[in-house]
């Protein structure tokens, strides 16, 4: 068993815009069915209980909803889930110019340096 803990107040960032699988396009098409089914369960019942002018319009509505739950659920929807926006970092606070300060450089021209170099001898 999974322990897997999910936060509802996190922010949820899509990396694709995929639509939604197969299984959950059948899952809602399954739940709009027992949806529509249910209201003409609903509609036997007060057929029975209710008089006669309401009692036909509960009559016609138990026998036309299977149509319309079965038309209504094996619609595919026409409209997609539209792609998420892209995510966009948040802004970094950039680093300011340091203050530079310049050492002018020792004039050493006055120096010889040949002396403190070993001399080349081999060749």
Request: hydrophobic share 40%; proline share 9%; charged share 25%.
């Given at each position: 068993?999974?322990?897997?803990?999910?936060?509802s107040?996190a922010?949820?960032?899509?990396?694709?815009?995929?639509?939604?699988?197969?299984?959950?396009?059948?899952?809602?098409?399954?739940?709009?069915?027992?949806?529509?089914?249910?209201i003409?369960?609903?509609?036997?019942?007060?057929?029975?209980?209710?008089?006669?002018?309401?009692?036909?319009?509960?009559?016609?509505?138990?026998?036309?909803?299977p149509y319309?739950?079965?038309?209504?659920?094996?619609?595919?929807?026409?409209?997609?889930?539209?792609?998420?926006d892209?995510?966009?970092?948040?802004a970094?606070?950039?680093i300011?110019?340091?203050?530079?300060?310049v050492?002018?450089?020792?004039?050493?021209t006055?120096r010889?340096?040949?002396?403190?170099?070993?001399a080349?001898?081999?060749?």
């Amino acid at each position: 068993m999974s322990k897997r803990h999910e936060r509802s107040d996190a922010t949820v960032v899509s990396v694709t815009s995929a639509q939604p699988g197969r299984s959950e396009d059948l899952d809602s098409r399954i739940a709009r069915y027992a949806w529509m089914m249910s209201i003409r369960i609903v509609c036997f019942v007060l057929a029975v209980v209710t008089p006669s002018p309401w009692r036909w319009l509960f009559v016609v509505g138990a026998i036309a909803l299977p149509y319309f739950a079965v038309v209504l659920a094996n619609a595919h929807r026409s409209a997609t889930t539209p792609a998420a926006d892209p995510y966009l970092a948040p802004a970094r606070p950039a680093i300011g110019e340091r203050p530079t300060v310049v050492v002018p450089a020792e004039d050493d021209t006055s120096r010889d340096t040949s002396e403190d170099r070993p001399a080349d001898t081999e060749k």
